[in-house]
C-alpha cells in the first residue's frame, strides 16, 4: 500500500529535544490536510479550527473535518464530522459526543518508555520509544514523541508533534500522514493547504460551480472582470493546470483529470475565491 509521506520533507530531525520552549496546540486560525489509505481506498482529510464551545462548562475549540474516500469499486464518498478538542497541563482533551465522555488525545507530558492509554475502558496502550525534535518550514524547532503498541495483536506507530499533534501513523497495512499544516497564515510543513469555509477571504460576488460532482465540464456562472485566472490543485496542493477566464470563457474541460477531488482557486486583482469539486 502507498501511503503520501510529504512532511516527511518538510522536517528535519534532531535528536536533542533539550531547551526548547513548548508549543501549545492552536486555538484558532489553523490547518491540518491528512491522507491516509488502506488495501482498498484512500482518504484524503481536511480539518480546520471554526471556533470554540462550551460542552458542560467546559471551553474546547471546535474542529471541522471532511473526508472524502476514493474506492474503485464504489462511489466517491465525503462526510464531514466534528471534534472537540482543549488543552491542559500540555494534555490535549477531546470530547467524544457519542459517548458523552472527555478523553486524553495527546500527552506531550510523556518521557522514553512511559506507557500512554488510547482510549478509556480499553486496554490498547502504546509506549513511547523515542523523543526528538524536528524543524519545520519556518525554521523552528518542535518536540516530537514517537510511540509504538500492540492493538489486536497489530503493532501501531505513531508520530506526535507539538503544538501539531500526529504527523503520521502506521497500523497493519493502513497508514495516516499529515501532508500539509497551516497556523496563523504560515505554512509550517507543505506548501500549501487547503481550507474547509471559513478563512478565505470571499468576494463581493460568489461563484457558481456546476455540475458537482462533474466527469466532463463544469461551467462557472456569476463571472465578472473581478477573476481573471482558474487554477486547479490537486489533493496535495500542486496546480495541476491553470486557465484565463471571463463571462465568454467559462466552460472548463476536465475529462482529462483522473478521478477525485481538486481544488478550484480563482485570482484577481484584489480578490481570491477558493471552492472544491469532485471528479467522477
Given at each position: 500500500?502507498?501511503?503520501?509521506?510529504?512532511?516527511?520533507?518538510?522536517?528535519?530531525?534532531?535528536?536533542?529535544?533539550?531547551?526548547?520552549?513548548?508549543?501549545?496546540?492552536?486555538?484558532?486560525?489553523?490547518?491540518?490536510?491528512?491522507?491516509?489509505?488502506?488495501?482498498?481506498?484512500?482518504?484524503?482529510?481536511?480539518?480546520?479550527?471554526?471556533?470554540?464551545?462550551?460542552?458542560?462548562?467546559?471551553?474546547?475549540?471546535?474542529?471541522?473535518?471532511?473526508?472524502?474516500?476514493?474506492?474503485?469499486?464504489?462511489?466517491?464518498?465525503?462526510?464531514?464530522?466534528?471534534?472537540?478538542?482543549?488543552?491542559?497541563?500540555?494534555?490535549?482533551?477531546?470530547?467524544?459526543?457519542?459517548?458523552?465522555?472527555?478523553?486524553?488525545?495527546?500527552?506531550?507530558?510523556?518521557?522514553?518508555?512511559?506507557?500512554?492509554?488510547?482510549?478509556?475502558?480499553?486496554?490498547?496502550?502504546?509506549?513511547?520509544?523515542?523523543?526528538?525534535?524536528?524543524?519545520?518550514?519556518?525554521?523552528?524547532?518542535?518536540?516530537?514523541?514517537?510511540?509504538?503498541?500492540?492493538?489486536?495483536?497489530?503493532?501501531?506507530?505513531?508520530?506526535?508533534?507539538?503544538?501539531?499533534?500526529?504527523?503520521?501513523?502506521?497500523?497493519?497495512?493502513?497508514?495516516?500522514?499529515?501532508?500539509?499544516?497551516?497556523?496563523?497564515?504560515?505554512?509550517?510543513?507543505?506548501?500549501?493547504?487547503?481550507?474547509?469555509?471559513?478563512?478565505?477571504?470571499?468576494?463581493?460576488?460568489?461563484?457558481?460551480?456546476?455540475?458537482?460532482?462533474?466527469?466532463?465540464?463544469?461551467?462557472?456562472?456569476?463571472?465578472?472582470?473581478?477573476?481573471?485566472?482558474?487554477e486547479i490543485l490537486n489533493i496535495n496542493?500542486?496546480?495541476?493546470?491553470?486557465?484565463?477566464?471571463?463571462?465568454?470563457?467559462?466552460?472548463?474541460?476536465?475529462?482529462?483529470?483522473?478521478?477525485?477531488?481538486?481544488?478550484?482557486?480563482?485570482t484577481g486583482q484584489n480578490d481570491v475565491?477558493?471552492?472544491?469539486?469532485?471528479?467522477?
Open positions: 500500500m502507498k501511503t503520501t509521506t510529504f512532511f516527511i520533507l518538510a522536517m528535519i530531525v534532531f535528536a536533542n529535544t533539550n531547551g526548547q520552549n513548548y508549543i501549545p496546540f492552536p486555538t484558532e486560525n489553523t490547518v491540518w490536510n491528512y491522507q491516509s489509505g488502506d488495501p482498498e481506498s484512500v482518504y484524503n482529510t481536511l480539518q480546520e479550527i471554526t471556533g470554540d464551545t462550551s460542552i458542560n462548562n467546559i471551553s474546547y475549540t471546535v474542529l471541522k473535518i471532511i473526508t472524502v474516500q476514493f474506492n474503485p469499486l464504489i462511489p466517491i464518498d465525503t462526510t464531514t464530522s466534528y471534534n472537540f478538542v482543549r488543552e491542559e497541563n500540555k494534555k490535549i482533551y477531546t470530547y467524544d459526543s457519542d459517548n458523552a465522555l472527555e478523553y486524553v488525545l495527546y500527552d506531550f507530558n510523556l518521557d522514553s518508555a512511559d506507557l500512554f492509554s488510547t482510549y478509556p475502558g480499553t486496554t490498547d496502550t502504546l509506549v513511547v520509544y523515542n523523543k526528538d525534535s524536528v524543524i519545520l518550514n519556518n525554521g523552528q524547532y518542535r518536540n516530537r514523541i514517537k510511540l509504538m503498541g500492540s492493538i489486536g495483536g497489530d503493532t501501531l506507530y505513531d508520530n506526535w508533534v507539538e503544538g501539531i499533534g500526529r504527523t503520521s501513523r502506521y497500523f497493519w497495512e493502513a497508514g495516516e500522514s499529515l501532508t500539509c499544516f497551516t497556523t496563523g497564515n504560515v505554512n509550517l510543513i507543505s506548501d500549501s493547504c487547503f481550507y474547509l469555509d471559513v478563512k478565505n477571504p470571499l468576494p463581493k460576488q460568489k461563484l457558481s460551480i456546476s455540475p458537482n460532482p462533474a466527469n466532463d465540464y463544469i461551467n462557472i456562472e456569476n463571472i465578472s472582470d473581478q477573476y481573471k485566472t482558474l496542493g500542486q496546480v495541476i493546470t491553470k486557465y484565463s477566464i471571463s463571462a465568454d470563457n467559462n466552460k472548463i474541460n476536465i475529462s482529462a483529470l483522473p478521478k477525485g477531488l481538486y481544488i478550484l482557486r480563482f475565491f477558493v471552492d472544491k469539486i469532485v471528479k467522477y
